[in-house]
């Protein structure tokens, strides 16, 4: 069975960037598409953006164009997220999760068990 | 962006009874790529319906969900003391611009 295993919980100055890692094991990593989804203290969950390892291609959402960076190492299994230019509204936790399945677009049936990020000066 | 509002935001119900959430559309969603999720407090999100009615993997047939275009539902039949959580829909049908509903909360009465 796959699972998701992300990195530790982080703290970071205002104007930083934080990198977290996705690490699938398991099954098939590089077919699935990986979306990272942030759900901030007491809010709903937010899109990020996604990648198909494969493919090595990310789209993200509008609201983080410019600022977010989404990569995958296919020898590893590992997908990244890189957030810059941090602000205190980026405190969240962060997950990442797999498509169901390789077609085009699929529902999130795996998802990894989130990390915090913390944005304070 | 597809924009996604669930109704209501937050429903009371005792154990036994039936839960009807709603969750409607700005646009319509092609194919029905509708999935709703359940989230319970310190945990990662669980898909519980995708295709707009298919369950997913493992879940409970007291889970249901029905609908197209804009408007979609998810009924569970008979509420278990497990089952009081916040559910999430979503649209994936488009990797341009997936995005979730507010989410509605399920509380003990």
């Known amino acids: 069975q796959v699972q998701l295993v992300q990195s530790g919980a982080e703290v970071k100055k205002p104007g930083s960037s934080v990198k977290v890692s996705c690490k699938a094991s398991?099954?098939?990593?590089?077919?699935?598409?990986i979306s990272w989804v942030r759900q901030a203290p007491g809010q709903g969950l937010e899109w990020m953006g996604r990648?198909?390892?494969?493919?090595?291609?990310?789209n993200y959402a509008q609201k983080f164009q410019g600022r977010v960076t989404i990569t995958a190492d296919k020898s590893t299994s590992t997908a990244y997220m890189e957030l810059s230019s941090l602000r205190s509204e980026d405190t969240a936790v962060y997950y990442c999760?797999?498509?169901?399945?390789?077609?085009?677009?699929?529902?999130?049936?795996?998802w990894g068990q989130g990390t915090m990020v913390t944005v304070s000066s | 962006e597809i924009v996604l509002t669930q109704s209501p935001g937050t429903l009371s119900l005792s154990p036994g009874e039936r839960a009807t959430l709603s969750c409607r559309a700005s646009?319509?969603?092609?194919?029905?790529?509708l999935a709703w999720y359940q989230q319970k407090p310190g945990q990662a999100p669980r898909l519980l319906i995708y295709?707009?009615?298919s369950r997913a993997t493992g879940i409970p047939d007291r889970f249901s969900g029905s609908g197209s275009g804009t408007d979609f539902t998810l009924t569970i039949s008979r509420l278990e003391p497990e089952d009081f959580a916040v559910y999430y829909c979503?649209?994936?049908?488009?990797?341009?611009?997936?995005?979730f509903g507010q989410g509605t909360r399920l509380e003990i009465k």
């Open positions: 295709g707009a009615s």
């Open positions: 999760a797999r498509d169901a399945t390789t077609v085009v677009y699929d529902a999130f049936d795996i």
């Open positions: 979503q649209q994936y049908g488009s990797s341009l611009s997936i995005t």
């Open positions: 990648i198909i390892p494969i493919l090595g291609i990310a």
């Open positions: 398991g099954g098939t990593f590089s077919s699935y598409a």
């Open positions: 646009q319509s969603v092609s194919s029905s790529y």
